[in-house]
């Protein structure tokens, strides 16, 4: 009668490191897949805002939407209350999630799924609109789409490292999607950028001379 030959201590744990080295790969294929899904999602939403950027000038005599305060207190007009408007969406102040980090926003054109930041009691912008598009501060305007020299080229909205709704480009998120972030341009297409394309980590700045990111028109 044969006896069956148990596992030596070196085979067992041959068979062990095995193992782990092929759920570390998986681990390393599933965390690549989730990474990719959460961009292209990102990406959408983006694009989603370029067609509502589109809309908005077809309906309104070439021009863009107003920004809106910066801390997204604007209920009647700016680009969180007009671009959802030209998409049949809820408006900004209608979303409950940008007040109460509690509740969960979901999937949704206002949320980059690669973003983990919530609410901070006052508000929720996971993306940003360029403001030096139609100028700031006192001399703050609504631009016509036509007085763009390059659209296809310049910033409208971008991933959001920090809290305004309205801001320039110190305010782009610089580890986002694979150590990156992505921007909508005024032609309406969407595209990611390496954080070194547009950030200076020596000064802790975003760049203004990379010429396929134009900040200000």
């Not at 062990?16 to 759920?23: E, F, G, Y």
């Not at 997204?72 to 408007?85: A, F, H, K, M, Q």
């Not at 100028?135 to 036509?146: E, H, P, S």
């Not at 990156?180 to 020596?202: C, M, S």
Request: charged share 15%.
């Amino acid at each position: 009668m044969k006896t069956s030959r148990a596992f030596t201590l070196i085979e067992l744990l041959v068979a062990i490191a095995v193992i782990a080295i092929l759920a570390g790969l998986l681990l390393s294929v599933l965390g690549r897949a989730k990474a990719s899904a959460q961009t292209l999602s990102c990406r959408n939403n983006l694009r989603q805002w370029g067609q509502a950027t589109l809309f908005f000038v077809a309906d309104n005599k070439d021009f863009l939407p107003k920004d809106g305060t910066p801390n997204g207190t604007s209920v009647n007009e700016g680009w969180y209350i007009d671009l959802p408007r030209s998409l049949g969406l809820p408006t900004y102040h209608e979303m409950p999630w940008r007040t109460n980090a509690d509740i969960d926003p979901g999937h949704c054109i206002w949320i980059c799924p690669a973003n983990p930041r919530r609410s901070n009691g006052n508000n929720l912008f996971h993306y940003c609109l360029n403001e030096h598009v139609n100028d700031t501060g006192t001399n703050n305007r609504q631009t016509r789409m036509v007085s763009i020299r390059q659209p296809s080229a310049t910033v409208w909205l971008f991933d959001n490292g920090k809290t305004n709704g309205v801001a320039q480009q110190n305010n782009v998120h610089t580890c986002l999607h694979s150590r990156g972030a992505q921007f909508v341009f005024l032609d309406g297409h969407a595209a990611r950028f390496r954080n070194t394309e547009y950030w200076n980590f020596t000064t802790g700045k975003g760049i203004t001379n990379n010429p396929e990111l134009v900040w200000i028109p």
